[in-house]
Every structure is written in C-alpha cells, then in structure tokens.
C-alpha cells in the first residue's frame, strides 16, 4: 500500500505535539524580565524536547522518503512511535514544573528510550516487509547509532537516580548528536534516482 496517508497523518500528529508542547510555557505574572527566572528550567525542557520531536520528524522525513511501499505492520510500528512521541510534552512539563528531581527526569529518559526502541521497530518493519526497501536497509546499514543512543538513555536513566542533572546532560548530548546532519539516507535516494534516470 502507498505511504502518502501514514506520512500525512504521523506529521499532523508531530505538529499537535508540538503546539502541546509550547502551550505549556505558561505566561508569568510580571512585566520585569526578573519574572522570567523561576522559568528557566520549564523553557530548558521545552527547548529539549522541541529539539527532540524535531529529530523524530526530520527523521521520519527522511526515512518514509527512501521508501516505495508501506504495510499493515508499519502502520502499527509508526503508531507505536507515535504513542511514545505523544507522552513527551506530559514528561517534559512534569520534568520542568519540578525543576528536573529524579523521578520525573528519569521518566523523562524513559519515555526517550521507548521512543528511540519504537523508532528502531519502525525501521525493521519497512525494511523486513518489501524488498522494494531496500534502499533504506542499505542506508541504515546496523544502526549504530540508533542501537548507541537507546543504550545511553538507559545511561541517562540511571544516572538520574544518582543526579538528575546527570540524566539531563546525558540527554542532551545524545540530542546534540542527532543534531549533525545524517545524510546517508538523502545520499542512497539520491543514488537510486540518478540510477533510474541514466
């Protein structure tokens, strides 16, 4: 079956997801920027997961891009991801409202690894179903970092029982990673239409 409505729906979701997010910076009572202060660690999850769910999207982008046909199995895999996606704006308003104590830093992490574990059964179920995939299985390759970011949320997790700051900076770098452009799957598509034309 064709992808069209899966890519159309998992990016309505992204965008709720992301107005959930900023509606809960709430407005301070105050015109003097000092007001801005006991916010700061509410804006700093905000700014976090707003990264975050950016990956996700540009990601997904990418992803769903490199492919030719979806089936009923991927459909469930993306709303696995989508269900895990959804639950950030509730820890990241927890985590922030508590200025970042273990156990809502901790969930925070939580709900990062089953992001990335969903995302990475995304990933098997379009390359596992169609061979006409395979671009994607040959751009992903073993998933290193996919594999590497799982195991350093878990990292995070536990670390965050000793020092929540701890936890969030684990997070963070994890975030700053992702951040640097992957280009292997916009290069294998690139690849396979200039095969196609010539």
């Not at 290193?144 to 670390?159: E, I, P, T």
Request: charged share 15%; hydrophobic share 55%; aromatic share 14%.
């Amino acid at each position: 079956m064709g992808k069209n409505r899966l890519e159309a729906f998992s990016d309505g979701v992204i965008a709720v997801i992301i107005t959930i997010l900023v509606l809960e910076l709430k407005v301070p009572h105050g015109a003097d920027f000092g007001v801005l202060i006991p916010l700061w660690p509410v804006f700093m999850s905000y700014v976090l997961s707003f990264i975050y769910v950016g990956i996700y999207w540009n990601n997904h982008h990418h992803m769903l891009h490199a492919v030719k046909e979806v089936s009923g199995g991927v459909l469930w895999a993306n709303l696995h991801l989508l269900f895990w996606l959804s639950l950030i704006p509730f820890v990241t308003a927890w985590m922030g409202e508590n200025h970042f104590e273990t156990g809502p830093t901790a969930a925070y992490g939580f709900v990062l690894f089953m992001c990335s574990v969903a995302y990475l059964v995304l990933v098997q179920a379009l390359i596992g179903n169609h061979r006409k995939n395979a671009a994607l299985a040959e751009a992903i390759g073993n998933d290193r970092k996919g594999k590497l970011s799982c195991a350093l949320y878990l990292c995070g997790v536990a670390l965050s029982w000793f020092g929540a700051w701890l936890g969030f900076l684990v997070y963070a770098a994890v975030a700053i990673v992702w951040l640097i452009p992957d280009r292997r799957i916009e290069e294998k598509v690139a690849q396979e239409e200039q095969s196609e034309r010539g």
